[in-house]
């Protein structure tokens, strides 16, 4: 414990940050953090002898709730495999007396999913459950590893079936070249409304993150000569993590499924670039239940499923 020290941070510089122990996950990076909202508190466990942050947690305060995070898919604690248990359950002891000095009544965490992670979160689920926080729901994610199959060898032979007419018909995967990202988001919403699917994020906030995070926001597209037949903007979460964020399909091409082609060119595209996982999200609808269709769509593409986790604590 003596080699640990806990930093308190309200709203620091990114001078004040000290560099974390290896390339983290980019939505507990202080660029992502800083835009999420205006105010937040950051509590780090800094290796005295590194000078490097081995765990992490921000938190926003949204009402009478301490939140991790306030606008991504996760926040969370991120920490060393090899942090100390001792240093752990005190970094815990201290972010929770960090949130109840706020006054709230409540400290909610929505993890990362297992999969991302494997050994922290089985660690961390265990320690929250010992410092009294409850599970508060648990929906799995859907992703695929990269290895070296091929994507049509994972995919059951009624998809491959629609990837082979995709390539037939001469429609084509590419990674969206213009700089005006524009006309994919315009395309996601307006394909949302026409079958019924809110967009969880505004259009205008995911232009400006677009904008501003080139390299971790990409959009991807299957063309059929100069028309959209789907598109997604993907979150490159880490060196060796993909997220397919926001997918969409023009309704006029359902016969030909090309979100099949998307996904088919978003694992060559992990191969080509050493990313390790695609992360193809939670299926779940606007009442957060789950939707069995796309759940059995993602199944026949080979994914598997991993826990996502909601965590909170009554202070």
Known sequence: MANYVFLHQ??????DV??????????????????????????????QETQQTEARCAFFIQ????????????????????????VLDKFLFELTAAARNEGVKKL?????????????????MNRLSAHNFVQQSAHPTYYLPIG???????????????????RRTGLQFNQWASTDVAEVVDFIQETRQQKGYPMAVSSRRVTKLCQQFPDQFVAFAV??????????????????????????????????????????GLFDYCKKTA?????????????????????????NLGAQESPKQVFEKIL
């Open 10 to 15: 309200q709203n620091p510089t990114p001078s």
């Open 18 to 47: 000290l560099p974390f122990y290896e390339p983290g996950f980019f939505f507990n990076e202080y660029a992502h953090l800083r835009q999420q909202a205006e105010n937040f508190i950051l509590l780090s466990a800094v290796n």
């Open 63 to 86: 009402a009478d709730e301490a939140c991790s995070p306030a606008a991504a898919p996760f926040g969370s604690i991120e920490f060393s495999e090899t942090l100390p248990d001792a």
């Open 108 to 124: 909610r965490i929505v993890s990362y999913p297992h999969c991302y992670a494997q050994q922290q979160a089985a660690r961390l």
């Open 148 to 166: 070296r199959h091929s994507f049509d060898d994972r995919i059951v032979p009624a998809e491959c079936r629609r990837l082979q007419r995709c």
């Open 223 to 264: 063309t059929d000569g100069p028309r959209l037949a789907a598109v997604t903007i993907t979150v490159r979460v880490r060196h060796d993590i993909l997220y397919n964020f926001l997918p969409a399909s023009h309704p006029d091409y359902q016969t030909l499924s090309p979100m099949v082609m998307l996904i088919d």
């Open 275 to 299: 990313i390790r996982l695609l992360d193809l999200g939670v299926s779940l609808d606007a009442n957060k239940q789950p939707k069995p269709g796309l759940i059995r769509f993602k199944r």
